[in-house]
């Protein structure tokens, strides 16, 4: 299995603010992947992100408000930028460990006021 | 990927067998079949994959149909500890290069 290691694990952050969300792995990947989950519902991919190269977004999540950061193979960083309260939610990484398994880790809890 | 299709919710008393049934209808020669759960807030936690025969592992069972359209993953003795959603996705496997498709999932809800 993979560890994933991801701060902080919650925070409350005013309306306007940003804030880095890290993620570290135990292990050397290619891949990491950024989900948030919104309150009561399932999980979204925001991107993916490929050491080497600019993170892939997904449809209704842009670069400027969600840059991501790969600077090597075991670690990356989602910033939450100029939040608002909608932004308020479960973000979650995850990458690849042996064998055709995602693992994730516990997640960051954040509450935008 | 194939769409998978999963009750919302459902119960179970403590120390029965939990069977929660997944239908994946549109599954692909080439595409597992993943089970997930996730405890309260806590990041998805992997509970076992397969892709025609039937897997046990420590933690749960999984039976695959012969048409492999619909599969059952069974925690033999639920705990209260157990309670939890539970996400069935269909997906090929690859090198971990694709992400993970979730939909809305059961909520098991283990009863004392």
């Known amino acids: 299995s993979a560890v994933i290691s991801q701060k902080p694990s919650r925070d409350i952050c005013q309306r306007g603010t940003s804030l880095t969300i890290q993620c570290q792995v135990d292990?050397?990947?290619?891949?990491m992947f950024w989900y948030r989950q919104q309150p009561g519902q399932s999980l979204t991919l925001i991107a993916t992100?490929?050491?080497?190269?600019?993170?892939?977004?997904e449809s209704g999540f842009v670069i400027d408000k969600f840059p991501i950061s790969r600077p090597n193979l075991t670690f990356s960083t989602l910033t939450v930028s100029n939040m608002s309260p909608e932004d308020s939610s479960i973000y979650l990484c995850s990458a690849p460990g042996l064998g055709e398994i995602q693992y994730f880790g516990a997640g960051t809890r954040l509450s935008v006021l | 990927d194939a769409k998978t299709t999963q009750p919302p919710s459902m119960d179970c008393a403590e120390g029965r067998a939990a069977n929660l049934p997944c239908n994946h209808s549109?599954?692909?020669?080439?595409?597992?079949v993943y089970w997930y759960r996730q405890i309260h807030s806590q990041g998805p936690q992997y509970i076992i994959h397969?892709?025609?025969n039937n897997e046990t592992n420590e933690m749960a069972s999984l039976i695959i149909t012969e048409d492999r359209k619909s599969s059952t993953l069974i925690l033999p003795h639920a705990t209260l500890r157990d309670t939890a959603v539970y996400y069935c996705i269909v997906r090929v496997a690859l090198d971990g290069a694709n992400n993970l498709f979730f939909g809305t999932g059961t909520r098991l809800t283990v009863i004392p």
């Open positions: 549109t599954i692909s020669g080439n595409e597992y």
């Open positions: 397969g892709l025609k």
């Open positions: 292990s050397q990947v290619t891949m």
């Open positions: 992100a490929n050491q080497g190269s600019e993170a892939t977004y």
